[in-house]
């Protein structure tokens, strides 16, 4: 029995392609089991086997519990120390107690208790196998045969026991794929699970698109040319941003190819997927002008704090600019990481004068001047008080309509305008804008509006229940100035009816 034992363990071993000792394991488990069974069930048991004669015992365990220990419950699992150290007087708690059985012969173990539990083992093996192995390639192409498609998605076989699938999500949309047929994925992550660790691959991710460039362009992976980045509208169309690293290469042409025999390839593997390749340029709205291709652009204005472009074209180009169903424009918008608004030339003349005009009306308001210089500040492109307030001197010296102290005036009125706004933001008030009645107030302008709007005074009716030493802290006016307005503000409460 003792060489069926070493027989069992290499035969299992060949065939599931796993380790000895994960055999031998097994089937300590199993003799084990049996011999738990064997013996009544409640135990402890430990099997050891001889991995050179087949040789094996089976020993009882108890684990020692202090005396006093409340939770000792079960005298078949557990001995007190006291009891322990009869048996071994250096015994402590926590130590395991062993003691010899006798133990099942080999042929009298459960035919169906030995596989299960081998066959667990085993499984247990390969799915460790699975994960050591594709653990590092995660982020690659992999390759296997397809097994079957059901309402899940796609299981590939990728040989050595491992299977992969691709979830109906990732699969190309409208692609047929049969039974057989050898598919490319890109492996996107290993998820655990109970029955074992499932390997997701991705046909969808912008990432496969890359990595079949690398594989179709040799000077990808040699360095000379990088892939700055891929966006995809699956199965339909793609973009591709590159660059050379060599200023005699054209990286686009080295992507194509000779007659596109590049670029085919790929969009073959992809279900004819149509790919534009763009050139990367490190200034951003000279990439999206890039990645805006095949359409022309005429103007771009970038607006850094949104993180968002507008873009001018023809208007018959309108269409081509944002694509079927605003695929252009949104395949561009994930390229480049910006976001794109497309408009005819007039349409972005006008929201451009409608800005501008918004600015001249906030500089007329906030720096309480008057429309041609809030006009000219604007024109010179001014867009914010903290750039009125922190430019250097010379740049404001330098605009023709302004001398020095119309300069110094300015930069204090913006300070004045920012501090105001720092207090109301401190104090709860940033949001509060002054009424329609406060503003057509008579004695009263719209800088002065938002200082009393900044600390809550919003309307005339609020203006006209304050005290003058309060509205003279609020707005920097002296007494006589304040009271004017508060009594002006109290005017509607003296009126009579007919």
Not at 365 to 370: E, H, N, Q, S, T
Not at 398 to 427: G, H, P, Q, Y
Request: glycine letters at 6%; aromatic letters at 6%; a negative charge.
């Amino acid at each position: 029995m003792n060489k069926e034992i070493l027989l069992v363990a290499d035969a299992v071993a060949n065939e599931k392609g796993v380790e000895k000792d994960i055999i031998f394991d097994a089937l300590e488990s199993a003799l084990a089991m049996a011999t738990r069974k064997y013996h009544g069930g409640k135990m402890d048991v430990r099997v050891s086997i001889d991995r050179e004669e087949g040789d094996y015992e089976a020993f009882r365990r108890w684990t020692v519990v202090d005396d006093e220990d409340p939770e000792f419950e079960s005298p078949e699992y557990q001995i007190l120390l006291s009891y322990a150290q009869q048996k071994n007087p250096d015994a402590q708690v926590g130590d395991v107690i062993e003691e010899r059985v006798e133990a099942v012969d080999f042929g009298r173990i459960a035919a169906q208790t030995a596989k299960q539990v081998i066959v667990q083992k085993v499984r247990e093996a390969e799915r460790a196998k699975v994960v050591e192995e594709y653990q590092d390639r995660v982020g690659t192409l992999v390759m296997g045969i397809v097994k079957r498609t059901d309402r899940n998605g796609t299981y590939v076989d990728l040989g050595n026991n491992a299977e992969a699938l691709i979830p109906r999500e990732h699969m190309i949309p409208r692609e047929t794929v049969r039974t057989n047929d050898r598919l490319r994925g890109f492996l996107k992550e290993i998820r655990p699970e109970a029955r074992g660790p499932q390997l997701i691959l991705s046909r969808t991710a912008p990432e496969f698109l890359i990595e079949l460039f690398k594989l179709e362009v040799p000077e990808v992976g040699q360095n000379i040319i990088d892939i700055m980045g891929a966006a995809r509208d699956p199965g339909m169309r793609a973009k591709i941003a590159v660059r050379s690293n060599d200023s005699r290469l054209d990286p686009v042409g080295a992507c194509v190819g000779m007659r596109g025999s590049r670029v085919q390839s790929v969009s073959n593997e992809l279900a004819g997927e149509r790919i534009d390749i763009i050139v990367w340029d490190e200034n951003p709205a000279q990439f999206v002008i890039n990645a805006m291709s095949p359409a022309e652009v005429l103007s771009i204005v970038v607006d850094e704090d949104k993180q968002s472009m507008d873009i001018a074209v023809e208007e018959d180009k309108l269409s081509l600019a944002i694509g079927r169903g605003g695929q252009n424009i949104r395949l561009a918008s994930q390229l480049t990481g910006w976001e794109l608004n497309v408009m005819t030339e007039e349409q972005a003349a006008e929201k451009s004068e409608a800005e501008a005009q918004q600015l001249v009306t906030f500089f007329m308001g906030a720096l309480d001047v008057d429309e041609e210089v809030a006009g000219i500040l604007v024109q010179e492109g001014f867009t914010t008080l903290d750039e009125v307030a922190y430019v250097d001197e010379a740049e404001l010296l330098a605009i023709e309509e302004f001398d020095e102290d119309m300069v110094e005036e300015l930069r204090n009125r913006a300070s004045d305008a920012l501090l105001t706004k720092a207090i109301a933001a401190e104090e709860g008030r940033e949001g509060y804008q002054p009424a329609e009645d406060l503003l057509n107030m008579d004695g009263m302008t719209a800088a002065l509006a938002n200082k009393l709007a900044s600390h809550g005074v919003c309307t005339m009716e609020d203006l006209a229940e304050q005290a003058s030493d309060d509205v003279v802290e609020m707005t920097g006016l002296d007494t006589e100035e304040a009271s004017a307005l508060i009594m002006t503000a109290r005017a509607p409460w003296f009126e009579t009816g007919d």
